[in-house]
């Protein structure tokens, strides 16, 4: 994994509470890192998830068996802004021995935050990791970007292969959780349901995920695409998506 063998450090995933994370960092030193384990980092298989779980969840619970004792804390967001899975995650790993310190974010600490990366110009890659980045940083760090009339949508959360964000065109909009977050409001099922109407989208999620259901929904009453994914992206939804997108484009 990378450049993390001798470092401890703070284990997250999903989107906690501000004040939890502000605890943590008092309570554990504000100079450990945090360290994102819903995300790909070539952890080996714990083989402590069945294969059918979500691709995320098994990133976390092998993420956070690879890097073991360097995680002096996981804080685990079991609340209505991540999933039942996230919540039996947090359970499964306190047994397995870490410290887990749990956090729900309730709808009062909705932040409603202006939305700068989901509307703007620029790849979509870059864009929906910069959101995942203001999870731990404060708002104030966002970069200056431009923003653009969408020609596109991509609703989801963050996929496990980012891969499959390449294809889309950098004036696709962010929708989803993925909007959720930026907007500081994880769980506002209001806001992750909305798209722009007109919009091509293309409603993404994990296999195995609760959200299938949302984005079947979604891309059944918008028109969209839906397309799910277990783990890396192949070529036949690469092949999918491309089309959609190249068939969509409006008309100039
Ligand atoms: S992709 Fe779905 S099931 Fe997996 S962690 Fe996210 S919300 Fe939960």
Redesign the pocket.
């Known amino acids: 994994m990378e450049n993390l063998k001798s470092k401890k450090l703070i284990g997250y995933y999903g989107f906690p509470e501000r004040s939890v994370l502000r605890s943590v960092r008092e309570r554990f030193g504000s100079d450990l890192e945090f360290i994102d384990l819903?995300v790909a980092r070539g952890a080996p298989d714990s083989m402590v998830i069945q294969s059918t779980t979500?691709?995320?969840?098994a990133n976390i619970v092998d993420n956070a068996m690879e890097l073991s004792k360097r995680l002096t804390a996981i804080v685990a967001d079991v609340g209505e802004g991540?999933?039942d899975?996230?919540r039996y995650a947090a359970f499964l790993l306190r047994k397995t021995g870490f410290n887990v310190i749990e956090s729900r974010f309730p709808p009062e600490q909705f932040e409603k935050r202006p939305l700068v990366y989901s509307t703007a110009e620029g790849s979509l890659a870059e864009r929906v990791d910069r959101i995942m980045q203001t999870v731990i940083q404060s708002p104030s760090s966002v970069n200056q970007t431009r923003a653009c009339e969408p020609t596109h949508g991509f609703w989801g959360?963050p996929p496990h292969d980012f891969r499959i964000l390449d294809i889309f065109p950098p004036t696709t909009h962010i929708y989803g959780?993925t909007r959720c977050v930026e907007a500081g409001s994880p769980g506002d099922l209001e806001m992750e349901c909305y798209v722009d109407e007109n919009v091509p989208t293309v409603f993404f999620?994990?296999s195995?995920?609760?959200?299938q259901d949302l984005a079947h929904h979604l891309a059944e009453k918008y028109d969209g695409l839906f397309v799910d994914c277990h783990r890396d992206v192949n070529n036949s939804i690469l092949s999918k998506v491309e089309a959609f997108i190249k068939l969509s484009y409006p008309s100039r």
């Open positions: 819903d979500c691709r995320i969840i991540k999933c899975r996230g959360v959780w999620t994990q195995f995920c609760a959200k």
